[in-house]
């Protein structure tokens, strides 16, 4: 059965929401780059002109594709996932290491992080996941439902541990946790959810030095810091 068409509508509440968090973002950055673009690149404003032109670009973009029939995307859910997947694999055995970690891949002149389509990948697959239980009308969001979803969102965050990528890890765990909530009236199974993340934190925290560091940087910012006042 052909759908009919609908008339193309924004969420005008979330636009506004994303173009001041961009706008915010923006602020931010021009404030904490200035001096480095200076003394780098002589132009206090340098991190600024790169990342307005990726934010235009992904602007353009976001407005296109909003445009498109989501339905259009469901068949790329698996596909998506294993090629994000593949990425992520691909980035621990040829990505470039900096400071202790693999998160880039390099493609010619261009690099990008595989992290970035897992997070769209991982959406996709668990939206089309959880409404296609939903369409089936069974959807009791019970264990056994709930396993497939599971899985993959914690393989995907598995990636992310190895790539020694905790913050990208933490997201992948947000847009799970999420897409959970809404889909399912069992609470008890987020919140089982939230236990374990909570456990893997610590056990993040006893395993990995750079996360102490930087849990030590945000308790007190100016004792490592290079600047004394």
Known sequence: MKRPAKKHTYDDTL???VLILVLVGLILLTSTSAYNG????????YYLKKQGLATVLGMAGMLWIAR???H?????AVPGYLSA???SIAVMAFGKEYNGSKRWLSLGPFSFQPSEFGKIALV???AAALSSYEAKNNFKGDAKQLWQPALVAGFSMGCMVLQ???GSALIFFGISITLLYVATSKRKYVFTALGLAAIGSVAGYAMFGHVRERVKIW????KLSLIHI
């Open 72 to 76: 259009r995307w469901i068949p790329l």
């Open 164 to 166: 020694r990528d905790l």
């Open 15 to 17: 636009l506004v929401t």
């Open 124 to 126: 996709l697959y668990l």
């Open 85 to 87: 997947i593949g990425l």
């Open 68 to 70: 498109i029939d989501y």
């Open 219 to 222: 308790l007190d910012p100016w």
């Open 38 to 45: 200076r003394v780098k690149f002589h132009d206090s404003y």
